[in-house]
């Protein structure tokens, strides 16, 4: 049973990794899938950073390959979302299963509404320069807090607010920003999941091969899959699963 399960995981890897490539939110679907294959959920939080960390070093080299890591600006942005990153590590070890489900369900919820209405459209560039280094700095901090409880579409939320803040960023530099902030926190707010031993290894190198496989195909065929069709299937999904989370 557990080499099915592991086999499942795999699979649920590749398309994990197309989803991270072409759309976002991939953590939406790894996350539940983890928990019902029989995880409990902060065990499922852990296993599933170890494959984002895997997916993520062979993103820089791509981005670094062709010019788009901003090191500085990144590593800015990175401080205070690693700091918080660990406080919301230290509290999502702790919470119970059940609470985490509800949570992660919600804002997976929240997420698929976002997709929805596109705030960006309505909002982007507004914000005068002068208040848009302050406000990257407390919008980073709430995403590090976010990102070390649940990850699960994290990314989406920095890309929302470096379009917002920064609204002539290169779509090249805005995702390799995003790439390199969260494989910088990740890196330390994991730890506190290795040392409360809330990872299963079996699962994350399972996820992590079929993550960088799916990342590969992805690689393939990301400017020619049509992004709403994408996003319709992922949204469906994310609803999908919040439903199922909330009943259980």
């Known amino acids: 049973m557990e080499v099915l399960s592991l086999i499942a995981i795999f699979l649920v890897g590749i398309v994990v990794g197309f989803i991270n490539i072409v759309s976002a939110g991939g953590s939406m679907l790894t996350l539940p899938m983890l928990i019902f294959f029989g995880l409990p959920s902060n065990v499922a939080n852990g296993t599933n950073r170890i494959a984002i960390l895997f997916q993520n070093g062979f993103a820089l080299y791509q981005f670094r390959k062709n010019g788009h ?27 119970a299963d059940d609470t985490f489900d509800t949570l992660l369900a919600v804002f997976m919820v929240i997420f698929a509404v976002l997709l929805i209405i596109k705030p960006q459209r309505y909002i982007k560039g507004k914000f005068n320069p002068k208040i848009a280094i302050p406000l990257l700095g407390v919008a980073f901090i709430l995403i590090g807090l976010y990102g070390g409880a649940l990850q699960a579409g994290v990314g989406f939320f920095i890309s929302l607010t470096l379009l917002m803040l920064i609204p002539n960023i290169p779509m090249g530099e805005m995702h390799g ?23 299963s290894w079996k699962f994350a190198i399972a996820l992590s091969i079929g993550s960088a496989i799916g990342g590969s195909i992805g690689g393939r065929y990301a400017s020619t899959l049509p992004d709403k069709l994408l996003e319709k299937i992922l949204i469906i999904a994310i609803i999908f699963f919040a439903v199922i989370l909330l009943v259980r």
């Open 69 to 95: 890591l901003n090191w500085k600006f990144g590593l800015l942005l990175a401080i205070p979302t690693t700091i918080a990153s660990i406080y919301g590590a230290r509290f999502a070890v702790n919470i």
């Open 177 to 199: 920003l995003k790439t390199l902030v969260v494989t910088i926190y990740i890196s330390v707010s994991t730890f506190v999941f290795i040392f409360n031993d809330l990872i």
